[in-house]
């Protein structure tokens, strides 16, 4: 399984990017759909999840700010990021899982200036 994740990238504090995560088609409308991130010096960790039925989790940090959602048509799982701040810079993380195993795109980086 690879996912390819897309919209990383420099963004000043208060503001808002989108990423967007594309997964194989034939699988995706079956499948939980996740972002992680890791911050530098930290482990990576949940922002938010979406199952197959469009349930959405968020992590505390992100509640309110961040919003998670599919396109089966696309086979694609996207994170609105607003209100963006110096803490949320990190190395974003798709993740599917499918079958009893967790699969992870390459991660893009955001980067939130003061």
């Known amino acids: 399984v690879q996912l390819q994740a897309f919209g990383g990238g420099l963004v000043q504090a208060g503001g808002s990017l989108r990423l967007s995560c594309r997964a194989p088609g034939r699988i995706f409308p079956l499948s939980p759909m996740a972002w992680y991130r890791q911050r530098p010096g930290n482990q990576r960790e949940l922002v938010a999840e979406?199952?197959?039925?469009?349930?959405?989790n968020y992590a505390d940090f992100a509640s309110g700010r961040f919003t998670i959602s599919r396109d089966n048509a696309r086979s694609t799982v996207y994170l609105q990021m607003d209100s963006l701040k110096p803490e949320d810079t990190a190395v974003y993380y798709c993740n599917q899982k499918w079958a009893g195993e967790n699969y992870w795109g390459q991660g893009t980086l955001v980067t939130v200036s003061s």
């Open positions: 979406i199952s197959d039925r469009d349930r959405t």
